[in-house]
């Protein structure tokens, strides 16, 4: 029962985060502005600050990793006959927010070449440092607005009936 009781909290926590960077990701087409990935990323710092407040890093963080590491290779699978499909959205991300942005997001583009390329993404975290995640953001938001003409319903279509980022955490 104590286990069912965990399962529950890690999805619903789960599913607050993909909601919140869902959310970021929609005020980032809508302003074309480096700031909703940044604020999104703000807060699951202070989530985990108050989790682990001697830790760099946290569940929050993880978990935000983790569910744009998977809708970024949604993404990748759904457009796989694109090659170019990397500079497209560094492209709109060049376009709409500037070359600064579009740089720190080549640094996680991995994720968008092959599976391969992904396990390489994590360690980038490292030279990003606060920018990790928020160019995880800008990236994907670059994604959906050359690939699903900026709709997050296409994204949603993308997610619906694969495993949740809560179901590989738990093993369920």
Do not use: C, H, N
């Not at 720190?104 to 390489?120: H, I, K, M, P």
Request: net charge negative; no cysteine; aromatic share 6%.
């Amino acid at each position: 029962m104590k286990e069912d009781r965990g399962a529950r909290e890690i999805a619903k926590a789960a599913e607050a985060i993909g909601d919140l960077l869902y959310r970021a990701v929609e005020a980032t087409l809508e302003e074309s502005s480096p700031d909703p990935g940044r604020q999104a990323t703000a807060q699951f710092v202070e989530l985990d600050a108050r989790a682990v407040p001697d830790g760099d890093g946290g569940p929050a963080q993880l978990m935000a990793t983790l569910t744009l590491v998977r809708l970024l290779s949604l993404v990748r699978e759904a457009v796989a006959d694109r090659p170019d499909r990397v500079e497209e959205a560094l492209g709109w991300i060049t376009e709409r927010m500037g070359k600064r942005y579009s740089a720190r997001a080549r640094y996680v583009t991995g994720v968008l070449q092959s599976e391969a390329d992904t396990a390489d993404v994590p360690a980038k975290r490292q030279v990003l440092m606060s920018e990790f995640l928020p160019s995880l953001v800008w990236l994907l938001t670059g994604a959906v607005a050359v690939f699903g003409d900026g709709d997050l319903d296409w994204l949603r279509g993308l997610e619906a009936g694969t495993p949740t980022t809560a179901s590989f955490l738990t093993g369920s």
